[in-house]
């Protein structure tokens, strides 16, 4: 997160291994950066980073496998978020931050005007640097299995980012 934030907002050279077809995303997420994050506090976006997952240990669950699951953390993770005396911006990112890595196009629509432009531009940056530092875990950037989660995560940060602009257009 902190190489793709440093890349954007501050235009330092990316120094983790990114996959090929993303610099051009990248791009335009600068320049989704430059409008939307210019007067935001750079310990929000690290705060939501850092506990986004905070409601994990409260659902997870294991199964016969032995494979933990943990069914609605970002709800949880909200709830907890709340209740412990976090503020409702960085709450608001932590409760949609799956949306980006499970929503469909309609489904983004929808939830489109619950956020603001920032909000957005933050989940996005976020779910392209959540992609990538899970990539192991997926089986390694060339896996099959990493490249439909970030196909998943590319098309919805470019539909964000068309609504972005359409809005911006008609205002």
């Known amino acids: 997160m902190e190489d793709l934030i440093g890349h954007v907002v501050d235009s330092q050279k990316l120094t983790k291994k990114w ?8 791009h335009k997420l ?10 935001i506090d750079r310990q929000i976006i690290y705060r939501y980073g850092l506990y986004h997952d905070c409601g994990k ?19 949880v993770s909200y709830k907890k978020w709340i209740e412990y005396g976090g503020d409702e911006f960085i709450g608001t990112l932590i409760l949609h931050d799956m949306d980006m890595h499970r929503m469909s ?26 992609v990538h530092s899970n990539a192991e875990m997926f089986g390694g950037i060339d ?4 490249k439909i989660k970030l196909k998943k995560v590319i098309k919805n940060i470019e539909f964000i980012i068309k609504k972005m602009e359409n809005i911006i257009l008609h205002k």
Request: proline fraction near 3%.
């Open 105 to 130: 196009i309609n489904e983004l629509s929808y939830t489109y005007d619950k956020l603001s432009e920032t909000q957005w531009t933050i989940l996005t940056i976020s779910a392209l640097a959540e």
């Open 143 to 146: 896996s099959v299995n990493f």
């Open 30 to 39: 600068q320049n989704m950066a430059k409008k939307n994050l210019h007067n």
């Open 19 to 26: 996959a090929p077809n993303v610099s051009n995303l990248i």
């Open 57 to 75: 240990p409260f659902c997870v669950t294991i199964d016969e496998n032995g494979k933990r699951h943990f069914f609605e953390h970002e709800i």
